[in-house]
């Protein structure tokens, strides 16, 4: 059930990150509206239109804070179901992996699912993703699992994991690793 929410959520988040950009023009004019200050004349008709200006840059600015909020919450929901899914289908009983084009015999496999099991999400220390990409697809029964892997540009042993599946996921790591298994594959 949770995961056909994540699915909707997912799907829904496309609409939404488009009305943030328009959003982000209303708040400009939100800011403009609250720094206008017409000239003193007619002083009576001035406070009172003043006051709806003041008002309506009021609600511009803060429906834009609303819906970055609601973005970066909806995508930390995603975000997080995914990495809860992935830990799931890793849980399972034989597993096979490949790596690339090469599937692992059950020893390799044993070793590497148990370092994938580890992921979490690990603190940012402003570093991010390198191109070197590692592909790992996980088959389960008749289930793919197909999950992109990328070193840290900083920390050597430190892998940031995306997949594929969700929209979200695919720009968003659903976690982290540091490990060392992985070091035979890069060279």
């Known amino acids: 059930m ?7 959520i997912d799907t829904i988040l496309v609409g ?11 708040g400009l004019i939100g800011i403009i509206l609250l720094a206008y ?5 007619h002083i009576d008709r001035i406070k009172n239109y003043n006051l709806k200006i003041k008002v309506a840059g009021i609600i511009l600015i803060i429906q834009l804070v609303i819906s970055a909020f609601l973005v970066f ?18 849980s ?3 597993l096979t992996i490949r790596i690339g084009n090469n599937k692992l015999d059950a020893y390799d496999s044993d070793k590497v699912i148990l ?7 690990l603190p940012a220390h402003h570093s991010h993703p390198t191109d070197n990409e590692i592909k790992i697809q996980i088959v389960s ?15 050597p042993e430190e892998y940031w994991i995306f997949w594929d ?6 720009k968003s790591e659903v976690g982290r690793i540091r490990t060392t298994i992985f070091k035979s594959i890069e060279n």
């Not at 599946?165 to 695919?170: G, S």
């Open 16 to 26: 939404i990150e488009y009305w943030v950009i328009i959003s982000f023009f209303l």
């Open 115 to 121: 370092e994938l099991r580890r992921m979490c999400h």
């Open 2 to 8: 949770i995961y056909h929410m994540t699915e909707f």
């Open 37 to 41: 200050n017409p000239s003193k004349n």
């Open 92 to 94: 399972q009983e034989n």
């Open 141 to 155: 029964g008749g289930k793919i699992m197909i999950l992109k892997l990328y070193k840290d540009s900083k920390i």
């Open 73 to 90: 919450r909806l995508s930390a929901f995603v975000v997080d179901n995914a990495g809860r899914e992935v830990k799931e289908f890793l």
């Open 165 to 170: 599946n969700y929209r979200t996921t695919m």
